[in-house]
């Protein structure tokens, strides 16, 4: 005890924490802290991490899926290139392929895609060998593998179809021009059934349709000169707007009352191969046809002169099947009152090497369908060909000739289709469009009529079936 400190000094004071023990207790709620707040920032990243690595499966399953679904139309492609090459005569086009005598079949594989992913096609054709009016199907399953993933499969089916040379109504290389006015263009389908065992439909304005088609492959600005006329239909050219009068039209059933140019009906984009057709080497040999009667009914034959010369009040009366191959210039002259005259049932075919002048009392053409009367163009030269027709009363006729300057003339009607260098229509007609030629049987290439990617039912699993063994 210190001398001199009073007693109450002595006393100890009343107890209180340990500053250090608090130090303690701080640091270690902090500590806690940390930990809940690293808890929560691992938690967040790692769902990050699978939201990232199920983004980056999911890509890539997307990116194999489309990858899939082209290798598919790409064997579709080999199957049409196959139908093609056949058609041009290459006795090669279906090498590698195999077959039963009527189905074809064949896988192509080997394809890389990056990523380890591999990817195969098998490819198989109903009909390899179809006739003109054939209408095959080529299916073709691809599939893109990937180690450790399921494999991404496709299934896709395409209809085909041979290609028409009457699928529009009027088409040039170059330019179309109608002179007249008061003129319309439309269309009927004389065949809707496809079956020629039924009767034909005559053109009437019960059955007139909004397909009445025109086109030209040319650039310029006077490539479809509609002018006057009213266009029900559509009109495509090469590049440039076609051109339309104050009292013309392009317009469609669903084209509102007050629109003059249905911009829907109108294409900038088109563009057409014109093959050269070439003259038949056979037929039986006469001379120059000056009237008369020619052919058998019933009965298809061929001849071979080297013109057609009608004047005054001759008449060249058509029987049976008909077809001429004309190898003078001009191949066709009618003037005069004369006329050339197809009766029902009859059909006319003519090769043209030269010109076409059918003046005089024209085209008799009784046949309901356009197509029993076909006029080739066949002259290839830079000069070309004239054709000129003239209606006696309905003129239908399909014309084909790509290096010819076509000309219609008349003020009733004017069936069928049209296809040449240049194609001018002078009067007032109406042109009516007969939709059936576009499945008009020829040996011309396959196209794709229709695609479709099947995915489930009952076409999917039994085609399924159908690869099992390929």
Known sequence: MRAGLPASSRVRPPFQPRRRGVVVSER??????????????????????????????LAKRSFNSYAALNLAEAGTEEAV???????????????????????????????????????????????????????PKVISQSTVSVPGDAPVIKLVEVSLRRRSLFATGIVARDSIAFNGSTATVDSWNSDPDNNPATAAVPYAASVRADRGSIASTSLLNNAVLVNQVDVWGTVATGGAQPQVGANGSIRGA????????????????????????????????????????LGVAGTSTKWRSAGVVLNGSDVLQIEGDVTLILTGSPSV???????????????????????????GRG????????????????????????????????????????????????????????????????????????????????????????????????????????????
């Open 28 to 57: 270690g709620a902090v500590l806690i802290v940390a930990l809940l707040v690293a808890a929560l920032i691992a938690i967040v990243l790692g769902s990050y991490l699978n939201l990232n690595i199920t983004s980056t499966r």
């Open 254 to 293: 669903n084209t509102p009352v007050d629109v003059q140019i249905d911009p829907s009906r109108v294409a900038t984009d088109f563009n057409a191969d014109f093959p050269i057709v070439t003259q038949p080497l056979d037929g039986t040999a006469i001379t120059t046809i000056r009237g008369g009667t």
């Open 81 to 135: 290139w196959s139908f093609n090459r056949a058609s041009a005569g290459d006795s090669s086009a279906w090498t590698g392929w195999t077959n039963n005598g009527t189905a074809a079949w064949q896988r192509f594989s080997g394809f890389e895609f990056g990523g380890n992913a591999t990817g195969w096609a098998k490819v198989y054709v109903d009909m390899y060998q179809p006739g003109p009016s054939a209408r």
């Open 333 to 359: 002259s009618v003037t005069g009152s004369a006329s050339i005259a197809i009766p029902a049932g009859a059909k006319l075919t003519i090769y043209a090497a030269g010109d076409v002048t059918i003046a």
């Open 363 to 470: 085209l008799a053409n009784s046949n309901v369908q356009p197509i029993s009367c076909r006029i080739w163009g066949t002259n290839t030269s830079s000069a070309g060909q004239a054709i000129d027709v003239v209606g006696r009363g309905a003129l239908r006729t399909v014309a084909y000739a790509p290096a010819g300057d076509i000309t219609l003339r008349g003020n009733s009607d004017i069936m069928g289709s049209i296809v040449g260098r240049t194609v001018t229509i002078s009067g007032t007609p109406a042109f009516h469009y007969d939709e059936s030629l576009a499945n008009l049987e020829s040996n011309e290439p396959f196209s794709i009529s229709k695609w479709r990617e099947i995915t489930s039912g009952t076409d999917y699993t039994r085609y399924m079936r159908l690869f099992e063994g390929l």
